[in-house]
């Protein structure tokens, strides 16, 4: 099965942006859907954006829409999300997963059988 390894979070203040990475070892992401997620301290696992990979389709959830964008490098099998115009409530830890190109919904937590450990996220005003 996939590894994933995210990386690229940080702390920075509202308005700034960031680019987080997910590097995918001890396999492809050939035939996958992969999708960036986030979770705030006592709430739900919230999904951001996927990327079926082979055809390069996207999802974006509407709550970040037109400032996080999903990109992939084929070359060196890595997910990308930039997020530009940070806000306190972007506050989260960041995880990439990696599933079934068919099957459930994109947002669906369900879709994803392998996940980082996640990255933590963290926007101050």
């Known amino acids: 099965q996939v590894q994933l390894v995210e990386s690229g979070g940080g702390s920075v203040q509202a308005g700034d942006s960031l680019r987080l990475s997910c590097a995918a070892s001890m396999g492809t992401l050939a035939n996958t859907i992969t999708g960036w997620f986030r979770q705030a301290p006592g709430k739900e696992r919230e999904a951001l954006a996927a990327?079926?990979?082979?055809?390069?389709?996207?999802f974006t959830a509407n709550s970040v829409k037109g400032r996080f964008t999903i990109s992939k490098d084929n070359s060196k099998n890595t997910l990308s999300l930039q997020m530009n115009s940070l806000k306190p409530v972007d506050t989260a830890v960041y995880y990439c997963?990696?599933?079934?190109?068919?099957?459930?919904?994109?947002?669906?937590?369900?879709?994803?059988?392998?996940w980082g450990q996640g990255t933590q996220v963290t926007v101050a005003s």
């Open positions: 990327m079926v990979w082979n055809t390069g389709a996207t």
């Open positions: 997963a990696a599933g079934s190109q068919y099957g459930s919904p994109w947002y669906s937590t369900n879709r994803y059988n392998a």
